[in-house]
Structure formats: C-alpha cells, structure tokens
T-cell receptor
Framework: ETGVTQTPRHLVMGMTNKKSLKCEQH?????MYWYKQSAKKPLELMFV???????ENNSVPSRFSPECPNSSHLFLHLHTLQPEDSALYLC???????????????FGPGTRLTVL | QKEVEQDPGPLSVPEGAIVSLNCTYS??????FMWYRQYSRKGPELLMY????GNKEDGRFTAQVDKSSKYISLFIRDSQPSDSATYLC?????????FGSGTKLNVKP
C-alpha cells in the first residue's frame, strides 16, 4: 500500500448506529487530519493530530470522536449521526504541523458516508 | 466574508482550449498558494504550489499569484478530457490550510 488509504470507501448507516472510519498513511508523516467535504462547500477541517496529540478540534459535535493510536493510523468513530452529516470524509497527512515550507497535505480517497 | 472565494462552475470547454481557474482571498498573511485536482470518487492531489507573486510553470500548467490584488490563477494549456476534474485552490498561514470550494471543469472531446 502506498500513500494514504481509507476504509470503508462507502458507508450507509442509520441514525442510531455506531461505526468507525479508518485511515492509514504510509508516508512517514507525523500529522494527520480529518476533513468533511460537502457539495459546493470548501473542505471543512474537523480534527488535527500532530505526533499523536490532538492539536485542533474545529467545534466538531461530540457525535464525531477521533482516535490516533500512532502517527500512521487515524480513526473517526461515529455515533447517533444526523442526515446532514452525510458527506465525503477525507483523511490527509503531512510532514508535521510545525514543518517549514508548504507542509503539503496528501489525501486519501475518502469515505462516502450516507446517514439515513 | 469567506477567507478564500472560488467560483464553483461548472466550467465546460472544448479539448485544446486554454482554461483559466481563479481564486480570490482576503488575508494578506497567506504564505503558500496551492492548487489541488480532485477526480470523481478520489481525494484531492496536489498539482502545484507557489510562494511569491509571479508565475510558476509545470508542463501544461501555470500557477500565477498576484499578492497585491489577492488573486491567484491556474492556467491549463491544450486542455485534455483527462483534465476534467474539480480544481481546489488552497492557501496556508502558519501551516493552517484554507481551501476554496472548488471549480468543476469539464473538457469535452
């Protein structure tokens, strides 16, 4: 596997379900990110982890719960979601949030989430 | 006012046309300016980044930054159907990313 991988690629869940999204990066990076992408809206940054420590939470509802057990893996645990949470959830990684230069982010393919 | 504004399109052009994609921004503290391309059912991939005002060329792609006008552009020469995708501009300030909403481009054969 190369780059950033995400599983599952598609997920349909009811509002009472609990599910988890998984992200893995094979780039040796130290920062990982969760974004929400909705149609015709800018990418919304949800969470940032740097060296396994959460450094940013952009006022995300508690029904989204991130977990970063190590610098290569990132999870997003989902419970009691709402239909408006349906979107593409993208994971990204970068060298670190403290790196100089453009600190370019590399994205996974995303998980298309539908909440019924 | 949004920090980064980008026309969502869609933009439809014939094959071989020159395409111009643009973003405006409001914060003069942005440091790096990037263009990402996102194909359907894929994540965004970085095309180019620039730091200063001026042009940067990479093959058929040219990124242009005008800091005085707070305006950035991506030009695609000799556009191909394989260029059909959504193009996202992004800017960074102290390692924080700010994305535009993306412009959907369709290049017709």
């Amino acid at each position: 596997e190369t780059g950033v991988t995400q599983t599952p690629r598609h997920l349909v869940m009811g509002m009472t379900n609990k599910k988890s999204l998984k992200c893995e990066q094979h780039l040796g990076h130290n920062a990982m990110y969760w974004y929400k992408q909705s149609a015709k809206k800018p990418l919304e940054l949800m969470f940032v982890y740097n060296f396994k420590e959460q450094t940013e939470n952009n006022s995300v509802p508690s029904r989204f719960s991130p977990e970063c057990p190590n610098s290569s893996h990132l999870f997003l645990h989902l419970h009691t979601l709402q239909p408006e949470d349906s979107a593409l959830y993208l994971c990204a990684s970068s060298q670190s949030t403290l790196a100089g230069g453009p600190n370019e982010q590399f994205f996974g393919p995303g998980t298309r989430l539908t909440v019924l | 006012q949004k920090e980064v504004e980008q026309d969502p399109g869609p933009l439809s052009v014939p094959e071989g046309a020159i395409v111009s994609l643009n973003c405006t921004y409001s914060n003069s503290a942005f440091q790096y300016f990037m263009w990402y391309r996102q194909y359907s059912r894929k994540g965004p991939e970085l095309l180019m980044y620039t730091y200063s005002s001026g042009n940067k060329e990479d093959g058929r792609f040219t990124a242009q930054v005008d800091k005085s006008s707070k305006y950035i552009s991506l030009f695609i020469r000799d556009s191909q159907p394989s260029d059909s995708a959504t193009y996202l501009c992004a800017m960074t300030r102290y390692n924080k990313f700010y994305f535009g909403s993306g412009t959907k481009l369709n290049v017709k054969p």
